[in-house]
Structure formats: structure tokens, C-alpha cells
Nanobody, 120 residues
Framework: QVRLTESGGGLVQPGGSLRLSCAAS????????MGWYRRAPGKQRDMVAT???????NYAASVKGRFTISRDNAKNTVYLHMNNLKPEDTAVYYC??????????????WGQGTQVTVSS
């Protein structure tokens, strides 16, 4: 079991920046792929960015070049640095920890979410 706690959301103007943090309740350094997902009003939850235990990253096309995911295994924390924010980035952002057992079997843990609103 892993408990995830997000922080860092808020209201920001278009073009601004925010950093989201996700603190895990236990070590994430060798087992878990960590990720950020978001759900905009009236839409499904979509992947924003993921980072493996080895540091490989993957980004949604809509955020590539603007967002950066990183992890500090010593602090059991994952970050999402968001630059040049746009109104369409407005969503609830969720932290995810995925433990994979095989190519088809895994377990997901989710945080409660943090609201990001981009508006002037």
C-alpha cells in the first residue's frame, strides 16, 4: 500500500509556472513507475507524464516541451514542473504510483488530486 499526497496546485495566469509535488508514504525508488494524470471538467482522466524507476520519461504530446517530471527517490517525492501554462491545462492533477508484476499485471495507487486553474 502506498499513500500519495499532492501539493502545489493553485490559480496561475496564462504563461505562468507551477510546480506540483507528490509525497509517497513509502520508498518508491526501485519498484514504482510514477506519473501525473489530469482530469479536465467533463473529460476523462488522461496521462500527463510518467517516469520509471530508472528515470525514463514519457509525456503527453500536449505538454511536451512545457512540463518536466522528475523524482527524488531519497525523499520519496515526484515533481511536475509546469511552464508556459495554458487555459487548457486547467484540471485536477492526480499523482499515480504503478507497481508492475508483469507486462499485463499491475496495481495502481492514486492521490486525492490537486486543482490547477489557468486563467487571467
Amino acid at each position: 500500500q502506498v499513500r500519495l499526497t499532492e501539493s502545489g496546485g493553485g490559480l496561475v495566469q496564462p504563461g505562468g509556472s507551477l510546480r506540483l509535488s507528490c509525497a509517497a508514504s513509502r520508498s518508491i525508488n526501485s519498484i514504482y513507475t510514477m506519473g501525473w494524470y489530469r482530469r479536465a471538467p467533463g473529460k476523462q482522466r488522461d496521462m500527463v507524464a510518467t517516469i520509471t524507476s530508472g528515470g525514463s520519461t514519457n509525456y503527453a504530446a500536449s505538454v511536451k516541451g512545457r512540463f518536466t517530471i522528475s523524482r527524488d527517490n531519497a525523499k520519496n517525492t515526484v515533481y511536475l514542473h509546469m511552464n508556459n501554462l495554458k487555459p487548457e491545462d486547467t484540471a485536477v492533477y492526480y499523482c499515480n504510483a504503478r507497481r508492475s508484476f508483469s507486462d499485463t499485471a499491475h496495481v495502481d495507487y492514486w492521490g486525492q488530486g490537486t486543482q490547477v486553474t489557468v486563467s487571467s
